[in-house]
């Protein structure tokens, strides 16, 4: 098991960026991919973005492309989301996820660990 912590969120005005992190212990922090997932009051927890475990390989949601940007520093056991020009829409609670397998995927069961999220809210 790897145990995850995310922090970075908070309020901010249509427009405005923020960076979460997302620390990992507990296991070989390279041996997973990693994903960033949201989920607004009464809706589903969607995907967001998704990293391999060399780096070479992301993938994110079509709303966020070339807004919001994936990275991970094995050294330091972190994963972190940068989000640009954020909008209203954006405002969820966002959870970092675990996944012990060499290809991302873009389904909450396809995670095996889980953060307990950070909150984020976009005002307009």
């Known amino acids: 098991q790897v145990q995850l912590v995310e922090s970075g969120g908070g309020l901010v005005q249509a427009g405005g960026s923020l960076r979460l992190s997302c620390a990992a212990s507990?296991?070989?922090?390279?041996?997973?991919?990693m994903g960033w997932f949201r989920q607004a009051p009464g809706k589903d927890r969607e995907f967001v973005a998704a990293?391999?475990?060399?780096?070479?390989?992301?993938y994110y949601r079509d709303s966020v492309k070339g807004r919001f940007t994936i990275s991970r520093d094995n050294a330091k056991n972190t994963v972190y989301l940068q989000m640009n020009s954020l909008k209203p829409e954006d405002t969820a609670t966002y959870y970092c996820?675990?996944?012990?397998?060499?290809?991302?995927?873009?389904?909450?069961?396809?995670?095996?660990?889980w953060g307990l999220g950070t909150q984020v809210t976009v005002s307009s």
């Open positions: 507990g296991r070989t922090f390279s041996d997973y991919t």
């Open positions: 996820a675990a996944r012990r397998r060499t290809v991302p995927v873009t389904f909450t069961g396809g995670y095996d660990n």
């Open positions: 990293i391999s475990r060399s780096v070479s390989n992301t």
